[in-house]
């Protein structure tokens, strides 16, 4: 059989912990086709980020086309979209889609990502016609403290760990590909949730960079069993 499809819109992150690296990476571990799209490519690491390069409306367009209409992605995941006129794209071209959305506006570091234009068409197009957000305290804040089941507000979990770089992205990644198989939104979010507490616990003993380090993005054993 087939593995189902999912397509990550988001950024690039050069540290490898978050953005379309932690996206593909766990859509692997858990089982699904991976496609991108990717809307900024960042110098980002450990210790934060750097610097942001938004690619060209008519490129993330032209990828996004591209994967739709040849792969047909069950679930589209978006992560950082960089500019209003991209979350309006994404708003326009996936309505019909299973729509997770990881509103990234704003870094663990407490470094802005977005505009108050990009945060405004999220709150205008974007999040009317997701079918779940998970911002984090910051962006739930910066959101307007958006209400409904569809709304999952990631924190920090009970893992005692400095090694989270990553944790929003990986979360989302996870709830998505549960989707993908499937599942219903309350077991897909329990799953994603019981996954990243295993990653980083995994990765909680790490000393990769000199700031907060990756969450744990390798895997001993296949764990697409899990996904069932």
Not at 1 to 29: C, E, K, W
Not at 175 to 201: M, N
């Amino acid at each position: 059989m087939n593995p189902p499809v999912v397509v990550t819109v988001a950024g690039t992150d050069s540290g490898g912990a978050a953005g379309i690296a932690a996206d593909l990476t766990t859509f692997a571990a858990l089982g699904v086709h991976g496609a991108c799209v990717v809307t900024a490519v960042t110098a980002q690491d450990t210790t934060g980020v750097h610097a942001i390069h938004p690619v060209p409306y008519d490129v993330v367009a032209a990828q996004l086309d591209a994967v739709l209409d040849d792969l047909d992605p069950v679930v589209v995941k978006t992560g950082m979209l960089a500019t209003p006129e991209v979350v309006r794209l994404v708003a326009r071209r996936c309505a019909d889609r299973v729509l997770v959305v990881d509103p990234v506006l704003v870094a663990t570091s407490g470094a802005t990502l977005a505009s108050a234009e990009v945060v405004a068409a999220y709150r205008e197009h974007l999040l009317p016609v997701a079918t779940v957000a998970t911002p984090n305290e910051s962006e739930f804040e910066a959101l307007g403290r958006p209400d409904g089941p569809g709304v999952i507000v990631t924190r920090g979990g009970p893992i005692a760990t400095t090694n989270d770089h990553g944790t929003g992205c990986t979360h989302s990644s996870a709830l998505a590909a549960q989707l993908a198989h499937g599942a219903d939104l309350p077991t897909a979010a329990a799953r994603a949730a019981a996954y990243v507490a295993r990653q980083l616990t995994l990765g909680r003993d790490w000393t990769l960079g000199r700031g907060r380090g990756p969450v744990a993005h390798v895997h001993a054993t296949p764990t697409q069993g899990e996904t069932a």
